[in-house]
């Protein structure tokens, strides 16, 4: 499963994930911080995401 975390939780977290979570990654990673919802929602859906928030 592949999370993606939003703004509101550090990107630090995808250091503590274990390994089965290890192709997750953050809203400021995919240059997405200024992004709106639905575009963050359709990125996601896109590259096969759950959004955790």
């Known amino acids: 499963m ?3 975390f939003d ?3 550090s ?3 995808l250091n503590k994930l274990p390994e ?3 192709n997750s990654s ?3 990673l995919v240059k997405l911080t ?3 919802d639905l575009e963050n929602w359709e990125y ?3 590259n096969g995401f759950t959004i955790i928030t």
């Open 2 to 4: 592949k999370l993606l």
């Open 7 to 9: 703004q509101n939780i």
């Open 11 to 13: 990107f630090r977290i």
């Open 20 to 22: 089965i979570f290890r």
């Open 26 to 28: 953050h809203i400021s």
């Open 34 to 36: 200024n992004a709106s």
């Open 44 to 46: 996601a859906k896109r």
